[in-house]
């Protein structure tokens, strides 16, 4: 039986992590809760300890808890600990390692995965402090799911802020328990555009939604596998159960694939600009009687062929995308042999792939090419996971 410590903390949410712990029961999950002072204020350890069936922990210095149990041996024995509501307080001590209360202490000395699921205001989670504190738990392999848009349970505004539902932080904890073919593999995916300043308001970049790579980071999390995704630009959240670090250029993009090191398995869907301006203006250009200035352009590091030919630090499998408008697969099989990576897969990106929800892709590898169907990117996203299944699996590596 999988168990689980849920941390409750102070926020108005804090009535869902009632359904939350009913939730989990119903898939078999053992639920043992710890609640912060402030959550008290919203539900009482006598709730939460009746559909826990057990007894709920709240107080660092009571001792007859630390006696029983102990806030070591809180962290220690569970497969995964929950954090729902994370309120920016919450969020702000851990990022921080501040331990003056038992949520915190327990969270600090935990070697499980956390999870947590923000809850607040909409300003409190655009606020600066908010969002480096969470670049930071997000740094330190934290997961999240949510927060969702919606309306405000406590002030009626609308806004990013809102926990997510029960059932989709029981799914994201799920993932995180699975037992699936990739458990204990990490793996690295880049999406989305990467961006080239030109000065401090223009820039060079592509049509890249990030949708491919970000349903390929979900899909292999969902095998069990333990996801960085390092992402250029893009208005999509971060898929649940998986690190995201986000970046702009591709000299971004290469320095944080590299610090994911080392790696079962590295899949570069990302459109990364080939060529940078070979000067950043250091204030805006201005259209004057000389006409349209001449930008100079220098080319980008191969992030592809980097990881490729890392030597004894190289992922067991790298997997390129190939993104062409014409003979596809024939490039395909020449970037094969210059990148030096195990498969590429390639599609034709004349139509509208690059933003829409389908794609129809080949993929190649050293000796051999498999056209699949057109379908959505989910679905390839799925297909391409269960293919790398099997060969990480495999006794012997397959080109």
Not at 162 to 179: C, G, H, N, Q, W
Request: net charge positive; aromatic share 4%; hydrophobic share 50%.
């Amino acid at each position: 039986m999988k168990r689980v410590l849920l941390i409750i903390g102070g926020g108005i949410a804090a009535y869902k992590s009632l359904d939350l712990i009913r939730r989990l029961r119903e898939q078999g999950v053992a639920v043992r809760v710890v609640m912060t002072e402030a959550a008290q204020k919203f539900v009482t350890p006598l709730a939460a300890g009746a559909i826990a069936g057990e007894r709920v922990f709240t107080d660092l210095f009571d001792q007859a808890q630390e006696f029983d149990v102990g806030h070591i041996r809180l962290a220690r024995e569970c497969d995964l600990v929950i954090v729902a509501p994370a309120t920016a307080d919450f969020m702000a001590k851990a990022a921080h390692g501040l331990a003056n209360d038992l949520a915190s202490a327990v969270l600090l000395a935990t070697d499980k995965p956390v999870l947590m699921a923000p809850a607040m205001n909409p300003l409190m989670w655009a606020n600066a402090a908010t969002r480096r504190n969470f670049a930071t738990l997000q740094t330190q392999g934290l997961h999240f799911v949510g927060p969702n848009e919606g309306e405000m349970a406590e002030s009626g505004e609308r806004g990013v802020g809102r926990m997510a539902e029960p059932t989709e932080i029981r799914d994201a904890a799920l993932a995180l328990l699975s037992d699936g073919p990739l458990k204990g593999k990490r793996a690295l995916v880049t999406a989305g555009p990467t961006i080239e300043a030109i000065d401090p308001v223009r820039f060079l970049s592509n049509r890249s939604s990030g949708k491919q790579g970000y349903a390929i980071a979900s899909a292999l999390a969902e095998l069990g596998a333990d996801v960085t995704l390092v992402s250029g630009p893009t208005n999509l959240p971060a898929p649940t159960g998986v690190k995201r670090v986000d970046v702009e250029s591709a000299r971004e993009m290469l320095a944080a694939s590299q610090a994911a090191l080392p790696l079962d398995v590295a899949v570069m869907v990302a459109a990364v600009a080939d060529w940078r301006p070979a000067k950043e203006a250091k204030g805006k250009i201005k259209k004057d009687a000389a006409g349209v200035p001449a930008i100079a352009l220098q080319e980008n590091p191969d992030i592809l062929a980097t990881l490729s030919k890392l030597g004894k630090k190289r992922p067991k499998l790298v997997i390129g995308f190939a993104a062409e408008t014409d003979r596809v697969e024939e490039h395909a099989r020449a970037k094969i042999a210059k990148k030096g990576c195990d498969w590429i897969v390639a599609n034709d990106v004349s139509g509208d792939v690059m933003g829409g929800a389908e794609n129809a892709v080949i993929l190649i590898t050293k000796d051999k090419a498999e056209a699949w169907p057109r379908m959505a990117k989910e679905a390839v996203a799925h297909k391409l996971a269960a293919e790398i299944a099997k060969t990480l699996t495999a006794k012997g590596r397959r080109k």
